[in-house]
């Protein structure tokens, strides 16, 4: 066991990212992509609710 190895996963692409802040401004993800995907994703999920007119809009 070594302090140095000290990694964890990225919620995103589950690879494993840098603990270092210094290394790795995007904590807890693995990179800036990551960070922007996650929030991306959260920003889908509000606009879904909103917009159920065009899920009616799929069923023809
Ligand atoms: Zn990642």
Known sequence: ???KEKK???P???N???MDK???PYL???SERCRTIDLGAWLDGKYFIES???F???EM
């Open 22 to 24: 210094e290394q790795n």
């Open 8 to 10: 964890i996963k990225c």
């Open 28 to 30: 807890p993800f693995c």
């Open 52 to 54: 159920d007119e065009f």
């Open 1 to 3: 066991m070594t302090d």
């Open 12 to 14: 995103i692409c589950k």
């Open 56 to 58: 009616m809009d799929s």
């Open 16 to 18: 494993p990212s840098e």
